[in-house]
């Protein structure tokens, strides 16, 4: 029941997954690298921090985006300050199943209605693009833009997949620019992640803070 309660918030989190049952969500999670049960376990965190930001301060962090990828919390959007900033990857490390913090909010005024629009285009033509590229495993990448910027999260195959997925995303119109958080299937970063990730599973639940410094969390690389 817990897993099929998080494959229709999964659903939820997409104006098309309104539209499809629980049945095709989890088929769809099956499909990825992380398989279904770490889905479950992403979108269960997602959740959870997103429901932290709104509680700290609503209006702060309604323009956070929080995606959740293998224990990766990606977070983009827009704060007033960087004390707010400091404060979202503070309450992202604070979240059970966290393993490591991509930070890329922005510090500044609100993205206008127009931005927010060519945002949601942006992604969604991306996405098209790369579902049906027949070399690209699409399931397995999470895509956010803000303010023109292109972030592409997941895991890829290979570098010859992620320079597919980047080749595509420069073909979009407004695309002012793109950032890739993306690893490797097979790669170092990944493995070391996955055993943290583990390491993470066995520990038994807490509500304590993380050792992790907010202040020092950088983007990953």
Known sequence: MLALGAALALAGCSPVGVAIGAGAVAGSAALEERGFEQAVRDQTSALSMSKRLAQYEFDTFRRVNVAVYEGRAL?????????????????????????????????????DALDTSYDVRITSELRGKITFDGDVKAVNYTLQA???TL???????????????????RTVPH???????????????????????EAERAKPESAGEPAQDAESAEPAA
């Open 75 to 111: 977070l983009t959007g827009i704060v007033p300050d960087a004390d707010d900033r400091v404060e979202a990857v503070r309450i992202a490390w604070a979240t059970d199943g966290i393993v490591d913090v991509v930070n890329e909010i922005l510090i500044g005024e609100t993205v």
């Open 146 to 148: 803000v303010a023109g």
């Open 151 to 169: 972030y592409l999260f997941g895991v890829a195959q290979s570098e010859a997949e992620l320079a597919r997925v980047e080749a595509h995303a």
């Open 175 to 197: 695309v002012r620019r793109v950032v890739r958080h993306v690893l490797l299937k097979d790669g170092a970063r990944r493995a070391t992640l996955l055993q943290a990730l």
